[in-house]
């Protein structure tokens, strides 16, 4: 028998695109198959083939249902795999209506794209998928239950365990049987939910692992603990501090999990008094479905009544139709919305910060992980100006930001489930992290394990698995990004700052003359490079 061979197509080295592909005797087995975000560098992997014959994939298991984890799955089905993808019930229904929405954003966004190049002469493109192919992708969808052995393969068993990130999320399980009787046991953590998260338990999962696949997205950084209680008053004053006659408090969410808990704490707010009752839009068809995914699944979850009763308020409004969606920009008192993508990168929230961004009135309060690259980011970070859509926008609204809604574990936190689970005998690789965040989860993790086997893997590094140990592979291997390109600015990102750069110069130039030197300087400069 062969020693498995595990490789990392996605989250090494940064926090979008998991997938990881276990190579064993019973076969090849890919954990989750996410899309990638952040820099135009690396959403262009979206678009270029896998790093592997789909067809020569004999199963799936997916971990949860968010995009950066089940995204590319109908790609996967598109070019070939044919066989089951075992996840858990609740994400099954999730899955249904994020991947369909996936399919609806890029159909928009590449005819969007297709006319802005049509009027450059530059060749369009065609979308990742299509919603017949999303169809064709749940038909291979096999719930599992929590806790229940299932087969994967013939030789290859999984099992889930609470992961506590979101509704439906599961740490993944895996054993596999060697030569002899001999099992090699996986285990996979998908992502860890913090402690205290509104409406899911704390994660769990089994002791006494060959080798353990651990996210690591906040290993850099201590949250304080904050109890409900304590997060719903953090919430209460932010939303306080915004309150301005005609301004708006935006708040860029992700449509499944973050928005319910805000809808949650906001109802539960206004119930009490802590709040008035102010009008709150869900302006995203996308979490409004997952809302409907949520409240079948009530039972599911912790303090699910509160949050079904949250949903009955009047105060609040659901925008499902484009036309509703344009109309709040005709509301004059001050309000809330609640928008997506979390990382301001598609959807509605685009046109609503393109609306708001530019007024002092308005407040945008950012309540969860941006990545390095996306727009969520640059405002985090202070960016002055910004370019949504092709058009500049001065940045005039406070943004604000509050860590509590967090769906991952802190440092402390991560080590405590590592920590749980021992002993890892042979391997801990550290993923689903930028790289301050694996460096200091790895110098925490080596104080509990061997540090010569807490390994942080690069973007399609490959690794056998043999009984000493993990040996990383280089015959064969061509990364499709350098380490360099992955979770960092790209040229992309340079040319927009630039942009915003110049447009201001010229602004603050104080007459045409001044204008009219600056841009001869720049034109010289770029004749002087041409070839």
């Known amino acids: 028998m062969r020693n498995p061979r595990i490789s990392f197509h996605g989250a090494a080295g940064a926090v979008t695109g998991s997938c990881f592909r ?12 996410g899309m990638f975000q952040g820099s135009k560098t690396e959403k262009e992997l979206n678009y270029r083939p896998f790093p592997f014959e789909p067809r020569q994939i004999d199963a799936v298991v997916l971990t949860h249902a968010h995009i950066d984890h089940s ?18 019930h609740a994400t099954a229904d999730l899955a249904e209506i994020m991947l369909l929405d996936s399919a609806h954003i890029q159909e928009i966004e590449v005819r969007q794209f297709n006319r802005r190049a049509a009027k450059r002469s530059r060749r369009p493109v065609t979308p990742i998928y299509d ?51 001999q099992v090699q046991r996986f285990l996979f953590s998908g992502d860890i939910g913090p402690d205290f998260k509104l409406l899911h338990p704390d994660p769990e999962g089994p002791t006494d692992v060959d080798y353990l696949v651990c996210e690591s997205t906040y290993g850099d950084r201590d949250r304080d603990d904050v109890k409900p209680a304590l997060r719903r008053q953090i919430l209460s004053r932010e939303v306080r501090d915004a309150i301005k006659p005609s301004g708006a408090l935006i708040i860029p969410s992700f449509a499944v999990e973050r928005a319910q808990e805000l809808l949650s704490d906001l109802g539960q707010l206004m119930t009490e ?25 009530a039972r599911e979850l912790e303090r699910g009544a509160t949050f079904l009763q949250s949903l009955e308020a ?14 709040l920009d005709r509301v004059r008192d001050f309000h809330i919305v609640i928008a997506a993508s979390g990382m301001c990168e598609a959807g509605r929230i685009r046109h609503r910060l393109k609306n708001w961004l530019w007024r002092e009135e308005a407040t945008v309060l950012i309540v969860g992980y941006q990545a390095k690259g996306t727009l969520g980011r640059f405002l985090l970070e202070g960016a002055q100006n910004v370019r949504i859509q092709g058009e500049d926008i001065a940045v005039r609204a406070r943004i604000r930001s509050i860590d509590q809604y967090s769906g991952h574990a802190d440092r402390t936190e991560l080590i405590d489930w590592i920590k749980a689970r ?6 801990l690789f550290l993923v689903h992290g930028e790289e301050n965040a694996i460096i200091e989860l790895a110098e925490s993790a080596g104080r509990l394990v061997d540090p010569q086997t807490v390994i942080t893997p690069v973007l399609d590094s490959t690794y056998e698995l043999t009984e000493e140990g993990a ?7 061509k990364p499709r990004l350098s380490p360099e390109q992955v979770a960092h600015l790209d040229w992309h990102n340079d040319v927009t700052k630039l942009i915003l750069d110049i447009n201001d110069q010229l602004r603050a130039a104080t007459d045409e003359r ?11 400069v770029l004749e002087a490079e041409t070839p």
């Open 422 to 427: 021992l002993p890892v005998r042979k391997g």
């Open 131 to 181: 919603e017949i192919d999303v169809r064709r992708t749940l038909e291979q969808l096999k719930p599992e239950r929590y806790g229940r052995w299932f087969k994967v393969l013939d030789g290859a068993r999984g099992r889930f365990w609470n992961a506590g990130h979101m509704l439906g999320s599961a740490s993944l399980e895996l054993e596999v049987q060697r030569a002899e009787g």
């Open 71 to 88: 995204g590319l799955l109908p790609k996967l089905v598109k070019h070939g795999f044919s066989g089951s993808i075992h996840l858990t």
């Open 22 to 33: 276990l190579e064993t005797d019973a076969g090849v087995i890919l954990i989750d198959c």
């Open 514 to 524: 001044s204008r009219g030197v600056l841009i001869r300087k720049l034109r010289r």
């Open 314 to 327: 009047h105060n609040l409004h659901f925008s499902e139709s484009v036309e509703q969606s344009k109309a």
């Open 471 to 477: 040996v990383i592979q280089t015959e064969g291997i």
């Open 273 to 297: 008094g802590e709040l008035p009752r102010i009008p709150v839009y869900l302006d995203s068809p996308l979490a409004t479905r997952a809302t409907r995914v949520f409240a079948h699944h």
